[in-house]
């Protein structure tokens, strides 16, 4: 998506901000592809902030890790507004829309130009079965509404299974809580499969597409 909204002449950035970055996994892909020179990684779970500088203490100047909750985050902690945001898993763990709207008001203060990541699809409730190929079991109420959980089993029929619980909005919701909070445009970006992928691997994705939606915000 980046080079939907940045040219090639203008890369890198001299820095980006990534929320609830986790292990950093996405901070370095930032730094290793040339998007960014430098990169801040936020997280409320110092577990996961301190996984993040060990995974990246052999390059440690180009990046900096906080250990914040989003809802606090303000332009002094990353040294005024950044120019671009990612955030990949975020938006879906609001359990209420006002929780929501609190999220996206914090992410606006810090935002200097462009917020983009990844929230559910809606067409994933009508392909749910078809994400069990990929090791996952999607739960949800039949009739879901803004604000319910939607729980997504990885690995469901391997001992290491695991539960992440995700709370359910329409992309309707989502973008009147945009426009609400002071972003300008939403623009939604279906998923794509990698162009290099091969044809079989293109086949077997080709229903995972369908799980997520991308997003850019524009102020």
């Not at 592809?33 to 180009?62: H, P, T, Y």
């Not at 130009?113 to 996952?136: C, E, Q, T, W």
């Amino acid at each position: 998506m980046i080079s939907r909204i940045y040219s090639p002449s203008s890369l890198p950035l001299e820095k980006l901000l990534d929320v609830e970055c986790g292990n950093g996994s996405l901070a370095r892909e930032m730094i290793n592809d040339g998007i960014a020179k430098f990169v801040i990684g936020v997280d409320a779970s110092k577990d996961m902030i301190d996984l993040s500088i060990q995974k990246n203490k052999e390059n440690d100047q180009r990046y900096e890790y906080l250990v914040k909750d989003v809802y606090t985050l303000l332009p002094d902690d990353v040294g005024g507004t950044v120019p671009l945001i990612i955030s990949i898993y975020l938006l879906q763990y609001a359990t209420t829309v006002d929780e929501l709207f609190l999220m996206l008001s914090a992410i606006r203060r810090v935002c200097g130009k462009f917020f983009i990541g990844l929230v559910p699809n809606s067409s994933l409730i009508d392909n749910a079965k078809k994400m069990k190929k990929y090791g996952m079991d999607i739960c949800f109420h039949k009739d879901i509404k803004d604000g319910d959980s939607l729980s997504i089993i990885s690995d469901f029929d391997e001992p290491s299974s695991f539960t992440v619980t995700n709370f359910w909005y329409s992309l309707e919701t989502y973008k009147n809580i945009f426009r609400k909070v002071g972003f300008c445009t939403c623009k939604w970006v279906k998923q794509h499969i990698n162009p290099q992928a091969t044809e079989e691997q293109k086949i077997f994705f080709a229903d995972y597409t369908s799980i997520g939606m991308s997003f850019i915000a524009v102020i």
